[in-house]
């Protein structure tokens, strides 16, 4: 008898994909509802949905990027091909923004500023998965390969932009309610607003390897595509 073969279904390959097409879905789900959500209430209540904007879509959104965090396992393990540091810099900025500043702070929670950054984080949230999520299945569309691949270059400098901004607008807040500050028991004040005024540089300097990392990745995957073109 020759060797046994696995059912298809059963190769590690198909369950991989499998696993990674679940769950590029759920947060092209998630990101398509949110912006959906925001569309739909600006066009209702007009400026005034901007204010409650975090009320209205922020549980679904924390969700959205809590389960983010997996595709840091996903490179580790080699589920998904990427490099582990700019993943780990795109992630963390998220997490500190909307966990460590707007959550945490309801003061902030009804800045205009809010809603941009959700606008600009859901917009490359849904090309980005819906990319990835074709791609899984071996679906492939010159358009949107272009337009995964060069769309962050305008919104992701203006996301940490209002990341930026963001942050800056929390600080009275941060300093007058001495919201997430610890004093330690040695007499050192270790405060929120002095991590987060060191965060700022902190982002700018990330915000230089991620640019760098996804222009050199959007020309790696143009030449691919370019190149199979020309043997068509």
């Known amino acids: ?31 398509s509802w949110i912006l959906t959500n925001m569309t739909a209430r600006f066009f209702s ?4 949905s901007m204010v409650d904007t975090f009320y209205a879509i922020g549980l679904v959104m924390r969700v959205c990027q809590s ?40 003061e902030i929670q009804e800045k205009y500023v809010v809603c941009v950054l959700f606008i600009f984080w859901n917009l490359l949230d849904m090309v980005r998965y819906t990319y990835s999520m074709l791609s899984v299945i071996g679906i492939s569309y010159a358009v949107l390969t272009w337009l995964s691949q060069t769309l962050w270059m305008p919104i992701y400098p ?14 009275p807040y941060f300093e007058s309610f001495g919201t997430n500050s610890t004093v330690l028991s040695f007499d050192i004040s270790t405060c929120f607003p002095y991590v987060l005024k060191l965060y700022l540089l902190v982002l700018f ?13 959007r020309k790696d995957v143009l030449r691919v595509i370019s190149a199979k073109q020309k043997k068509m």
């Open 1 to 31: 008898m020759g060797p046994s073969v696995l059912p298809t279904w059963l190769q590690p390959r198909y369950r991989k994909n499998v696993y990674l097409f679940i769950y590029y879905l759920i947060q092209f789900c998630g990101h």
């Open 45 to 48: 209540f007009g400026k005034d």
């Open 67 to 106: 389960i983010s965090l997996l595709e840091l396992l996903h490179i580790y393990i080699g589920i998904e091909t990427n490099h582990l540091f700019p993943k780990f810099l795109q992630l963390t900025e998220r997490v500190v923004i909307l966990f460590g500043v707007i959550t945490s702070q309801e």
């Open 158 to 171: 203006l996301c940490v932009l209002a990341e930026a901004f963001t942050i800056y607008q929390s600080l």
């Open 205 to 217: 300097i990330g915000m230089y390897f991620t640019y760098s990392h996804l222009y050199t990745e």
